[in-house]
Nanobody, 128 residues
Framework: QVQLVESGGGSVQSGESLRLSCAASKYFYSRYSTYSMAWFRQAPGKQREGVAAIGSDGRTKYTDSVKGRFTISQDNAKNTLYLQMNSLKPEDTAMYYC???????????????????WGQGTQVTVSS
């Protein structure tokens, strides 16, 4: 069974940093030889939006609003996906979700419908 568990959320001031982690079950990596993973976020009253994605070959994609501030990475030895968030702004406040897809391109599209697996989310709150 594929499980994704996020951690690292919290409340910070504008300009500060946070690093989110997503621990994926070993089963995910044993099942899929190629895959993609991503971070999405959803603010109250808004649709879930893709933030950053990474493929099994290391290719990355970011939404425009976080380019230069957020960095997605993965540690395959630890089965963990990360999102380093710097220079946080109040508009980054949202529930952040980890997602994964069992093919190389799915989550790289940063569309909710192309990711197969989802975590429960971790809250990020940025105050001005």
């Amino acid at each position: 069974q594929v499980q994704l568990v996020e951690s690292g959320g919290g409340s910070v001031q504008s300009g500060e940093s946070l690093r989110l982690s997503c621990a994926a079950s070993k089963y995910f990596y044993s099942r899929y030889s190629t895959y993609s993973m991503a971070w999405f976020r959803q603010a109250p009253g808004k649709q879930r939006e893709g933030v950053a994605a990474i493929g099994s070959d290391g290719r990355t994609k970011y939404t425009d609003s976080v380019k230069g501030r957020f960095t997605i990475s993965q540690d395959n030895a630890k089965n963990t996906l990360y999102l380093q968030m710097n220079s946080l702004k109040p508009e980054d406040t949202a529930m952040y979700y980890c997602a994964a897809g069992g093919d190389h391109f799915g989550c790289l599209l940063l569309l909710t419908v192309t990711c197969n697996y989802w975590g429960q989310g971790t809250q990020v709150t940025v105050s001005s």
